[in-house]
């Protein structure tokens, strides 16, 4: 059986980046705000670049601190609006 894949968002690193800086934040002030064991800066800059897909709690924070729903960060159609 072969591996289910799916569309990457491509938007999504950029969404993520601006999000941080809306917050006016540094990448380990933002670990600080996510708040889950096991998230270190370096996948802070991981999201950011698209190295790494971060995982759907992870989402579901930045969509919280941001006050919006989670569709905006992984729908590239939808932009993130600015604070």
Same mark, same amino acid.
């Given at each position: =059986?072969? #591996?289910? !894949? #799916?569309?990457?968002? #491509?938007? @999504?690193?950029?969404?993520?980046?601006?999000?941080? !800086?809306?917050?006016?934040?540094?990448?380990?002030?933002? &670990?600080? =705000?996510?708040?889950?064991?096991? &998230? +270190?800066?370096?996948?802070?800059?991981? +999201?950011?670049?698209?190295?790494?897909?971060?995982? +759907?709690? &992870? @989402?579901?924070?930045?969509?919280?601190?941001?006050?919006?729903?989670?569709?905006?960060?992984?729908?590239?159609?939808?932009? @993130?609006?600015?604070?």
């Amino acid at each position: =059986m072969g #591996r289910n !894949t #799916r569309p990457r968002p #491509r938007r @999504l690193a950029s969404k993520l980046r601006q999000i941080r !800086t809306s917050l006016g934040l540094t990448q380990a002030e933002m &670990v600080k =705000m996510l708040r889950f064991r096991g &998230v +270190y800066q370096g996948h802070v800059s991981e +999201y950011e670049r698209g190295v790494r897909e971060p995982p +759907y709690p &992870v @989402l579901l924070k930045y969509a919280r601190l941001m006050g919006i729903s989670t569709d905006v960060l992984i729908d590239d159609k939808l932009k @993130l609006s600015e604070r």
